[in-house]
């Protein structure tokens, strides 16, 4: 399986922007799927992750209640809808694949073997 992000860009603070992850060779819908970021200068963090019944959904304290992630099963994709964006929330964004399916949701990176090349977001004040 490959994954594509994309829907990166420059907004302003408070705006909002929705980001893809689109999967190809094979289905996601049995994994989780989780959203990852790097700033520059930092280590890559979780940021949320979609259990592969399509809920719940998990999201680090940091973005609770900005971010949501949805599925679309049809597509093969999964979306990060970023809202009430902050400077703070400029990074490379990345997707992952669990390792296997129809597990629990975990936030280490280390749980996660397919990823995509990231997609940069950047936030001006």
């Known amino acids: 399986v490959q994954l594509v992000e994309s829907g990166g860009g420059l907004v302003q603070a408070g705006g909002s922007l929705r980001l893809s992850c689109a999967a190809s060779?094979?289905?996601?819908?049995?994994?989780?799927m989780a959203w990852f970021r790097q700033a520059p200068g930092k280590e890559r963090e979780f940021v949320g992750a979609?259990?592969?019944?399509?809920?719940?959904?998990y999201y680090a304290d940091s973005v609770k209640d900005r971010f949501t992630i949805a599925r679309d099963k049809s597509k093969n994709t999964v979306y990060l809808q970023m809202n009430s964006l902050k400077p703070e929330d400029t990074a490379v964004y990345y997707c992952?694949?669990?390792?296997?399916?129809?597990?629990?949701?975990?936030?280490?990176?280390?749980?996660?073997?397919?990823w995509g090349q990231g997609t940069q977001v950047t936030v001006s004040s």
């Open positions: 979609s259990s592969w019944g399509g809920s719940p959904s």
């Open positions: 060779g094979r289905t996601v819908g049995s994994y989780n």
């Open positions: 992952a694949r669990a390792s296997d399916p129809y597990g629990s949701v975990y936030e280490s990176e280390d749980w996660y073997d397919v």
